[in-house]
């Protein structure tokens, strides 16, 4: 009897009791596996902004196609108006305060400047890069004009392709994010460069899964080719813009940020409406021929929803998320954008998803997975 009792002692494991129960027991045990990342707030948030920033794409292209659409001025300048005046508003009420910055050093390491590399071609571009600015007021310029250059090539294209393939070329960011990311000092970790392959390989089976557009606005290909530049371009603006804001997110409050980012992009919105608007008159053209539908309630609806989902709030949860998360890693989960816009695109434009682009989306599930275990230095 005492020999079978040793025996089941020692089947026990060597971290048990005799007192134990078996799921005191299992509890010791699970401790020792490993166990899943939680992810973070600042990555929920991240999250966010690409589920909003994946209906912009969808949205515009409703717009386009009801009768007597905005030109890409109209649009932009509209749209940044009402995000701007959202996120204003929102910023007095909280109380704007100080145009001063607050430094203090994030968990991403946004606001320490690089001590290596000072000099040459090489340092002067990191130093441009981990530029911490003085004041409110100069970082919000400077994001306002990055983000104004990616929002308004973006609507140039989104006039000549369709919504489900400026998702997928706007994810040249995957790679173009974490270059300019190393560019300023930052040492991504082998899991972010691993999830950001894995998510450019998803947005290329995406880009196969769709033939080429029909030109969606007057004549044929070669306007369908400015439109895919367009896209380009939008990206490494969105990728300097998603830099640059993780240098900067750490040293002025979140919602002030985006109100100084937001009002800086409605200016020069304006002044770009300006323009058109002046060269129309100069020409001889009514004024309402830059938005021939303005009266159109769905249009409104549209540009309603462009402004306060991906616009007001996605600012606010981008700038909120890039405070904690390093740039590189930011724009894998970014990368989720191209699966909710085919999604949406889907749902409210007909556009169809065949097998090689779900196997693509998954893909890029899997590399925000991979990504997020990653870290950077």
Not at 62 to 67: D, N, Q, S, T, W
Request: hydrophobic share 50%.
């Amino acid at each position: 009897m005492a020999h079978w009792r040793g025996l089941h002692d020692k089947g026990r494991g060597a971290g048990a009791s005799v007192g134990d129960s078996p799921s005191k027991s299992f509890a010791k045990e699970r401790r020792w596996l490993p166990q899943a990342p939680k992810p973070t707030s600042g990555q929920l948030c991240l999250l966010g902004v690409a589920f909003l920033w994946g209906t912009y794409a969808p949205a515009l292209r409703f717009l386009y196609g009801l009768p007597g659409p905005p030109c890409p001025a109209a649009l932009t300048a509209v749209r940044t108006l009402i995000q701007s005046s959202v996120l204003l508003a929102s910023a007095v009420a909280q109380g704007m305060g100080s145009l001063e910055g607050r430094p203090q050093v994030s968990s991403n390491g946004a606001n320490v400047r690089s001590k290596e590399g000072a000099g040459g071609a090489g340092g002067g571009l990191r130093q441009a890069l981990n530029f911490v600015a003085p004041t409110l007021l100069v970082g919000g310029l400077e994001l306002g004009l990055w983000n104004f250059a990616a929002s308004s090539t973006q609507a140039l294209g989104l006039e000549f392709t369709t919504a489900t393939r400026a998702a997928f070329l706007i994810q040249a960011t995957a790679l173009l994010t974490p270059v300019l990311a190393s560019l300023s000092g930052e040492r991504p970790g082998r899991a972010v460069w691993t999830g950001c392959g894995v998510a450019l390989l998803g947005t290329l089976l995406l880009t196969l899964d769709h033939a080429p557009p029909a030109a969606v606005s007057a004549n044929a290909t070669p306007i369908a080719i400015g439109g895919d530049a367009c896209i380009f371009v939008s990206a490494f603006f969105f990728s300097l813009a998603t830099v640059r804001l993780g240098k900067l997110a750490s040293s002025f409050p979140t919602l002030r940020l985006a109100a100084a980012k937001s009002v800086v992009m409605a200016l020069i919105a304006a002044g770009w409406l300006g323009t058109s608007a002046l060269g129309q008159v100069t020409s001889g053209q009514p004024v309402t021929a830059l938005w021939q539908g303005y009266a159109d309630p769905l249009a409104w609806g549209a540009i309603l929803w462009a402004s306060l989902g991906p616009g007001a709030l996605a600012a606010f949860l981008q700038t909120q998320g890039q405070s904690s998360v390093p740039a590189a890693q930011s724009q894998v989960i970014f990368s989720s954008l191209p699966l909710w816009s085919a999604l949406f695109a889907v749902l409210l434009l007909n556009e169809t998803l065949g097998p090689l682009g779900w196997v693509g989306g998954l893909s890029i599930v899997g590399a925000g997975l991979i990504a997020s275990r990653g870290k950077s230095a």
